[in-house]
Structures are given as C-alpha cells and as structure tokens.
C-alpha cells in the first residue's frame, strides 16, 4: 500500500501525535530532538544542532511502514546544504529544476532549494539515515576576502548578496574524508561546548571537502537546466559536461539526469 501526504497533513499527524504522547521533545541549547512512533506511518528521529556561523547539522533517521509518496510545499527559507545518506535512498523530484533523481549512499548532493515545490517517494521498511550540513553563506562566508571567495561556486556567492538566491543542484561523491567526517559526528564524544566545537569542525570540514571536490572538477556538474531547453540544446550541454569532466567522466545514466533527459533519449541522439 503506498500512502500519499502534503507538507500539511505530516504536520496535523506529528502534532497530533506529540499532543497525545507518542512524540518525545528534548531541547538544550544545543540541540533539540524529537523520535516517536505515528501509526500508520513508522519510526522517527530528528536532531537539529545550531552551530554557529551560519551552521546547522540535523540528523535524520526514520524507517516507514508503507510506501510513501510525499508532496512538499514551496520552501522560502533558501537554505544552502549538503546531504549525505549513510543508509536506504529516496528519489526526489525537484518541480522545475530536476527530473526525478536518486539520493543514496555513496553519493551526496549540494543544494537551495527555495521556491522549488518537491514530491519525495520513500520505500517501506527501509531504514533511513541522513545528515544534512546547513549554513547560510551571508554568515558563514562573511570573514573571507574578496580574493578567497572567489575560489567558491558562484551560487554559493550569491546566496551572500541576495536574499532569493538562484535555486541549484549539484550531485557529488561521497569521499572516504567525506565518510570519516560523518562517522565521528555520528560518534561525537563530548557534551557542551565542547561537543558544539567538535561538531562545528567535522561540518566546516565536510564543505571544504566539497568545495575541493568542485575545483578538482571530479564534482558532477550542476543540475540546473531550464524545462524549456529543447533536446537539441540539453545535448549541447552533455557536450560541454563530457569535455569539463575528461579524466572522471559521469556515467550515461548520470549525464542524462544532468541535462534533463531520459538516458535511452540520450544514447539514441548522440
């Protein structure tokens, strides 16, 4: 059976849910957690932690008892992230910025998603583990030079000017670095400040391993092509992919996800 809910449903669901028990709250200053059972949906654990900078990290584990096809509204919060999955996979459509993609362990993906409207479809008693870097690139960046901020993606740059930045994609892999990194916020040791420190470095870590990954140009490039290029030009822009990437070429399954078509399109029109 695969159940289908909006953004609005999950909310009436969770709060019905915590009203009557089934939901534990736990907040510090730190970090707030909530985990519970909601019938008829499955198992659930959120952590948020406020870092500082512009930072956050959530997360995020959960494991459904059908199939779920989940409708998520317009987000205007333009958070800039980086999620990794450490178990299970979801497949995600991104109205108007990407075609249905796979998320899942081994590969990690760079986003803002503002005013993108996403439907989600999650796969029943599959255990699912998520860690997503959150940061706000006006706070995070705003120490750097002019010269350093340069050598970051221009989307990221102008998250710092603008306050309704261009929404992106990018799909990437998760390194051995990237995997050690999520381990120890996994098994973080501390409490305290002491612990807000440690976790602040592993998450700082992980972006500056993506933005390596980026300028080595092993980075998959962005997902971000309009709806309305015809196929003529999505197979110009596989062009100019393949000749970015010579020394660590994606795949005709990625590159189709890349520009927007379906790879069987793809191999027939090169």
Partial sequence: MTKIITDAEWGRIVGRKSANGNIFYKSSALETIYQGYLPDIGNEYDSYIKLRNGLNICIYECKFTDDLVWHKDINDNYQFGLSFFLSGKVKIH??????ETEELVGRYYSECNGEIKETEWWQAGEKISRIYIGFKPQEFFQSFGEELLQQIPVE????????????YYYLGKTTRKMQQALHEILQCP???????????????NLIALHLQQFQDNSFCQKNSFPKSLSDVERIHQAKEILLRNLENPPSLVELAQLVGLNDFKLKALV
Wanted: hydrophobic share 30%.
């Fill in 94 to 99: 991104r109205h108007g910025l990407t075609d």
């Fill in 156 to 167: 990221m740059r102008q998250g710092m000017a603008n306050n309704r930045p261009q929404p």
């Fill in 190 to 204: 501390y409490q305290g400040l002491m612990k807000q420190m440690y976790l602040e470095s592993r998450a700082v």
